[in-house]
């Protein structure tokens, strides 16, 4: 996944939970997330009951435009959806701020 604002790598490897379990798992039952990998659901809104790591959280709009960022979200929190909101990206915590992350940027993905 690249910036486009910045050009820079955000990260190398974003995994997509596709199907109702692997949202409702997402990144429970892990130790941390590495910084060069992140988590991609089509929600507008998590939640981290049960994480045992805070994470970074971006939620995109369907253009994969930044809407917000919520960095540092501890364990056992909601981050509440947003209107136009389609994404959201679990990150490893400080990885926004690494990458120069801001409301208004725009994510690609290499894939797509």
Not at 56 to 67: F, H, K, N, Q, T
Not at 94 to 101: E, M, P
Request: hydrophobic share 45%; net charge positive; glycine share 8%.
């Amino acid at each position: 996944m690249r910036n486009e604002a910045t050009g820079s790598v955000v990260v190398e490897r974003a995994a997509e939970a596709i199907s109702i379990a692997e949202r409702l798992l997402g990144l429970l039952g892990r130790c941390e997330l590495p910084r060069n990998e992140a988590l991609w659901l089509r929600a507008n809104g998590i939640h981290t009951f049960g994480m045992r790591f805070a994470i970074d959280v971006l939620i995109l709009d369907s253009e994969g435009r930044v809407l917000r960022v919520a960095p540092a979200v501890p364990p056992n929190r909601i981050v509440l959806p947003v209107r136009a909101g389609r994404v959201t990206i679990e990150m490893a915590s400080g990885a926004a701020a690494d990458h120069g992350i801001e409301a208004g940027h725009r994510l690609l993905r290499s894939d797509r």
